[in-house]
């Protein structure tokens, strides 16, 4: 994992179009791959949604309002207990779609409950587009 690539704040919907990065051919199978999105090489997505349903083996699925994407939770996470219908921060590397029919997956390394605050979910809407404003779509320029 090279921790110099920024986790990029996203939309669900923003994992579908993320693109293999020519450097991910040359890195090793140890690391997460790079993608490139908005033209912005990294590896990691920093996300938050409604989990929708869980299972036992640390799968869930989140949803943003956009998208749904799949959550595979690190052993380390499972002290605290997930539950539908929580609004979560997830940090995690992207793993590549592996077919058209699937779901993007976030290795969650980081989770984070916000339920508690429930202005989160508005302010998130707001950070993502002014980070695409401010950074990613700019880059493009």
């Known amino acids: 994992m090279d921790y110099s690539l920024a986790a990029l704040k996203l939309f669900c919907c923003h994992l579908n179009d993320v693109q293999p990065s020519s450097s991910s051919s040359s ?13 912005i090489l990294f590896q990691r997505a920093w ?14 699925l989140l949803d943003d309002g956009s998208g749904v994407v ?11 207990e997930w539950k539908k219908g929580m609004y979560v921060m997830v940090v995690g590397p992207f793993t590549a779609l592996q077919s058209a029919n699937a779901l993007p997956l976030i290795k969650v390394h980081k989770i984070v409950d916000l339920s508690p605050y429930p202005d ?22």
């Open 27 to 39: 890195s090793s199978s140890s690391s997460a791959a790079a993608m490139t999105l908005f033209g």
């Open 47 to 60: 996300l938050q949604g409604v989990l929708l349903s869980g299972h036992g083996d640390g799968r869930f």
């Open 70 to 80: 799949e959550l595979s939770l690190s052993p380390e996470s499972h002290p605290q």
């Open 120 to 141: 989160r979910e508005a302010m998130w809407h707001l950070e993502v587009i002014e980070a695409c404003k401010l950074f990613y779509l700019r880059s493009l320029e």
